[in-house]
């Protein structure tokens, strides 16, 4: 599965690792995070993420 990185602080979204912390489990690919899903850094939405 391919990370993705936040354009504004640099998280990487792992899909491999999902976010834990927020309710995503491990195995959720980026396209199947639900479209309210920010950055757990900075807050940002999945549109200011890029494939790494």
């Known amino acids: 599965m391919e990370k993705w990185v936040c354009d504004v602080c640099g998280y990487i979204y ?8 927020n309710g995503i489990a491990a195995g959720t690919a980026f396209a ?12 940002v939405g999945k549109d200011q993420f890029s494939k790494q």
């Not at 199947?32 to 807050?43: I, N, R, T």
């Open 32 to 43: 199947d995070l639900p479209e309210d899903w920010v950055c757990p850094l900075c807050g």
């Open 14 to 21: 792992d899909p491999e690792i999902g976010d834990p912390d």
